[in-house]
């Protein structure tokens, strides 16, 4: 098939091989050159399908530079795909700048469509799918994932994130932190694989089932957790607000909630989450 000039987006598969489309597949047969995020990693799956296209590599750090040298491809009259690791590039993968400077050239950029994790996860996930928000990686800095998370945690919309295996735990006990271990999540891990996981339950609860078996953070990790609900939850009492005020001037903020909320009877998740709102509203 003798395409025109053109840069195709193709999503590919998350595990199986044998979920690339038909489309996607004579699209990478038809193309002059493939831009891959690893090379190598790629050309498993194009040798399960008999994929020969030239090959050249496009990631995070020659993306820039390496749109030029596509762009005069397209002048020349040829065509060109990019495919990330697995799933649908540009999601948590590079492409952006490609994309961008392609459309800025002038040529077409159409999408094949097919794999996304986060999309996958979310529709097995039994929670709310009709208003959600991807939010990539967390920061792996305690602070700024936990200043991340404060400006999340009352936002209705189902939040998805991506998390690395060494990291997972640490996620999870800053989700429990910015928006309280009863909060309900979904973990899916190893998505299409042998090994595919939905873990179901509150912020806590995962936090104890993935400290307890090691298996549960190995693999390509998803987090999916409910948005917040303000109909459920209770307005803090004004006292509990007023001891943690207190014990903000002489204390470390965790250890300041942890006492207001001994002391009232209250969660210290929620005077933490009080706290750090009321610390970024006056910023």
């Keep these: 098939m003798k395409l025109t000039p053109c840069l195709y987006i193709v999503a590919t598969p998350i595990g199986q091989f044998d979920d690339l489309s038909p489309r996607a597949v004579e699209i990478l047969n038809s193309v002059d050159w493939i831009a891959c995020e690893d090379t190598r990693h790629s050309g498993h799956l194009f040798a399960h399908h008999q994929i020969k296209t030239r090959t050249t590599a496009i990631h995070d750090h020659n993306e820039r530079q390496r749109a030029q040298w596509l762009i005069e491809q397209l002048e020349q009259g040829k065509s060109c795909a990019l495919v990330s690791d697995a799933g649908t590039p540009l999601i948590s993968d590079p492409g952006y700048h490609l994309v961008k400077q392609v459309r800025a050239a002038g040529y077409k950029v159409s999408a094949i469509p097919g794999a996304c994790a986060a999309i996958a996860a979310l529709s097995a996930s039994g929670l709310p799918s009709d208003r959600f928000s991807f939010e990539g990686f967390l920061p792996s800095k305690e602070k700024a994932r936990l200043d991340k998370l404060a400006a999340l945690a009352q936002d209705p919309r189902t939040l998805m994130f991506y998390e690395s295996p060494r990291r997972v735990l640490n996620s999870l006990e800053s989700l429990a932190q910015a928006f309280g271990g009863d909060r309900e999540m979904v973990l899916a891990r190893e998505l ?19 400290s307890n078996d090691p298996d549960q953070q190995k693999g390509e990790i998803v987090l999916l957790v409910r948005g917040y609900d303000s109909a459920s939850k209770d307005e803090l009492p004004a006292d509990a607000l007023a001891t943690l005020a207190l014990l903000q001037t002489e204390l470390p903020l965790k250890k300041a909630a942890a006492i207001a909320a001994q002391i009232h009877g209250v969660k210290k998740n929620a005077l933490y989450k009080h706290a750090i709102a009321e610390a970024q509203a006056q910023q």
């Design 192 to 210: 299409t694989k042998t090994f595919e996981t939905y873990l179901h339950g509150s912020i806590d609860d995962i936090i104890e089932r993935v």
